[in-house]
């Protein structure tokens, strides 16, 4: 997923900033990947109601599969009965989590400082997400109340969505983005081909995501229920591409690429919360209006003036709140208790990241001067260009 | 598949047209992945003998499958009989019927509508491919004849060639393309290493369809002769890339880079009607005959002044009909039957799929303008340039 | 593996050079994956001794599992003994003895020539890399001692890092390089996003390579041991890219992608001699010392004015001998015993590719022309440009 997310966004920004979007994403996979190993798994399915005191905190296997790792052959009933291995359910939610982080780089592209980023990043990582995480799928409060999220609309997606949102409000938006008189400056991307392939990875490996959010795979029933859900992930991914497309052609009199490939993410998105259904026609509306939700949205945050680098917020948290809603509608949900589960994340996940934002610009700024931005990050924080050797358009007014 | 096709095709393309053929691709892929699921899947399986009474169209888990899903455990033997589920099945087909409009997108790229190309995917995608796959992989009359196509050298890639031909036969060649004098302007490929990676992705993901193609995985039995179909797959695509190299520096006296590859893929294609035998050596002739007649036909089709804009043709549908016979060769098929498929799917695929071309150019264009070709569909259908920074050359002439 | 190698050096290399990168990859998947079953897996497995008159050359399925395919189901039991197929087995170790090449090719890039880089790449992998292979793997002399090298950080990375070395050896910096007064000329990368894509791909295709390399997968026991493999893979693989990153920041005073993706690899390849360990803590020093060392390492090559094309040397070499020791101090492994390993490969592989190299060049030149090289491989060798529309800076000196 991290190399979908980081070829999609280095695809879109312009190409003085396409270096340190690939920096950025490859160190957030790094720094996850050590921080959920650290504190962030522990504290999201050690102790459901986070007693700090509690914590044992690097993750590893269980006492009972330490037991059979050292040769003790009656372990083996207990360690079936928790149906998946304990580091292999690590390294799945790990993946979440990256693609989490993922979301804010993508939002924040072309103005954050690399190195508060990173900062966020750790916190982001090891804290907040895990505290999500714990309150759902760790057995927490919300889960017990019933919220259902089959593979994280509200926990993953979301919770990235808020802490970019958070993020996009506190850096302002990148300079030239917004004229005086309220129109847009689109920003085109540097390698549209590169971005598509970024979408495909995405697409491929939401099948792994959704279809291994069933968590077993041990017999025939488990293979049925897979092949379901891989297969609505799919239908929601193309309906919520054609939707995107046709909108953009009959709304805006334009096919646009970019916002397609947005759509079909939100359609993954939006199924995401509950794609083990066996109706698969319910996809097709689950993920069209994924699709739609994010193309409006895209013209919403423009309206607010807030920019979104790659339309990341969109494509994530609305989509997201749409398909924990759908849920609710369509697939077994409760609706009351899926939109508490949406408001309960959003009105802890977006002020203590608008806090944490606020904090880091108090040690170091979160957002590189605006002469590095005419300039690029690339050359700027990393010393070199992405592609040194083609001649650049020059941008005279940027 | 898709991405493998995506990056091979849009690499392949002048800068101008890269945007396009990623949205064509992605569209493909979305429009499949709908019209399969509303029609075309259950055409295919439904009934080999194509009742339309009969259809009960939308795909769906089977009466068995829906019983296990609702916790009725007796309904397991049933399910096990089938040896894989319903879904998974349609997940796989859908990969290939995707695969095989690609190889249209690819024939025809620089010059085709986008809306017309739609328009034909889904008539494609939902009547056409459909027919053929039930007359074979359905159960139909050619599969009671005995013919063999394991993976899909006929039903999949000839089927695309042969519409891919159509097209290109009714769309003609693109601007300055041939000369009067017979002569033939290249147009290279516009970011090699793109292309490059699609080529791998697609040889990699071959491994998934040519083993996967054997469809059961539930033994030790089946984990052998799985191995045996990857190893075969594998030998033939370094066969075919290695007749294809030697051919052009020793034919043409210029080792090339972009034909070898399609050499590697027409190795690929031609084993994949009968990869399944366990004396690898056979796998390299299959491989080496693929890439000598994908380089040859390469030559072919320009003799004949057909245009096709990435080689689709002939490493698709004439490497396809090589390797359909040589299972009537090499590995066990009855040589008059391989034969009668080959024709069969020729004489119903191709002429539908002309008249198909020539009733869309009735009502809409299926073809861009001069001036749009000059300018690249980039601009002209999506108002964007897939590497807008970057400063392009200007084709003076074109 | 191959695709990410190949984009990794492909955005490495300067545009100049990028087709021939792709093209000498594509070609040594496909010279390994024929010499490989032609004569390099039987020499490796067919006798620990290397009686060649032992031979039967040709790689495939086993006596039982012909059996097996051919309907005599008491073999199942004979089968199973082998834990896995013969031909499954084959087609890993084929991937390994692929990416060895790959390390040459990365080292020698922008100035080999073509053809003798592919006759190296024959004896390599039908000779060279079987050897060391037969040695360990195959059960030879230095398994019987007992020396540990789970995935290949001696096997597979210090052979191709040896091989690599010789040739630089051999063929001398790229012109220009280096200076009278000792400084370097840094070549920057064409195209860093691809180069990160490629990262990625290795980064991925490694949790295949070390957890494939548990050579079983039939049981919970085999699943928990896995998980943990995959595991210490991710974060030794983040700890490399961590310290890289820090010690480019704190001493070079300069945040350095490129190395960065080195020190990444750098702590992949450590962690592959023995990553089979429940401890998970672990696997973050022998990353981060791999990626130390990858990054001393380069500058140390620089010192000694040898040219390493993408700094295959140190991530591969330097940082396999620091794995392979590792499992001496941390792992289970007879430290002697690893550095008797380590020393004898080295001994073998260094001199014997030496020679190799020198033999090659008096034959046909290993080198292009100081000319050829000025104006780039690909217009050279191939007559074709990686990206031949945009605009490419000249470089006036070179």
């Known amino acids: 997923m991290s190399a ?81 291995s304990t580091m292999s359910h690590w390294l799945f939610q790990m993946a979440f989590v990256a693609s989490s982080a993922s979301i804010v780089s993508g939002t924040l592209a072309e103005r954050v400082r690399l190195w508060s980023f990173f900062v966020f990043v750790v916190v982001l990582t090891s804290l907040i997400y895990p505290v999500v995480g714990a309150w759902t799928w760790g057995g927490g409060w919300l889960d017990e109340m019933g919220f259902k999220d089959f593979a994280g609309s ?105 916002v397609s490939l947005s759509g079909a993410i939100a359609g993954l998105v939006a199924v995401s919360a509950g794609p083990d259904f066996s109706g698969h026609f319910w996809a097709i509306p689950v993920g069209a209006v994924g699709g739609t939700i994010c193309v409006m949205g895209l013209k919403l945050l423009e309206k607010c003036r807030i920019d979104d680098g790659v339309g990341a917020i969109p494509a994530h948290l609305f989509s997201g709140v749409w398909g924990t809603i759908a849920v609710g509608i369509g697939s077994g949900g409760d609706l009351l208790v899926q939109l508490t589960g949406i408001l309960s994340v959003g009105a802890f996940v977006f002020p203590v990241s608008l806090l944490l934002w606020l904090a880091i610009g108090q040690v170091i700024n979160v957002r590189i ?30």
């Open 154 to 258: 509200t926990v993953v997606h979301s919770t990235g969505g808020w802490a970019a949102l958070a993020g996009a409000v506190v850096l302002g938006a990148r300079r030239g983005k917004f004229n005086q008189n309220g129109s847009v400056n689109q920003t085109p991307p540097s390698n549209v081909p590169l971005a598509t392939l970024g979408m495909f990875i995405l697409w491929m490996g939401w099948f792994a995501f959704n279809g291994g959010s069933h968590l077993r795979l041990s017999g025939v029933i488990d293979a049925v229920a897979m092949s379901n859900i891989v297969v609505n992930t799919n239908l929601a991914a193309c309906s919520g591409f054609v939707a995107a497309i046709a909108l953009s052609r009959l709304v805006f009199h334009r096919v646009d690429l970019m």
């Open 4 to 84: 979908g997310f980081t070829m999609l966004e280095s695809g879109s920004v312009r190409a003085r900033n396409a270096s340190v979007i690939c920096l950025k994403n490859v160190g957030l996979l790094a720094i996850s990947g050590i921080s959920f190993y650290l504190v962030g798994y522990t504290l999201m399915y050690g102790s459901a109601q986070i007693h700090v005191g509690d914590l044992r905190f690097l993750s590893g296997p269980s006492e009972v599969e330490r037991s059979l790792l050292s040769g003790d052959e009656s372990a083996i009933a207990a360690v079936l009965e928790n149906e998946n």
């Open 369 to 398: 001067s605006m002469d590095a931005e005419r300039r690029g990050k690339d050359l700027v924080e990393l010393g070199i260009q992405a592609y040194p050797e083609f001649l650049v358009l020059q941008d005279p007014e940027q």
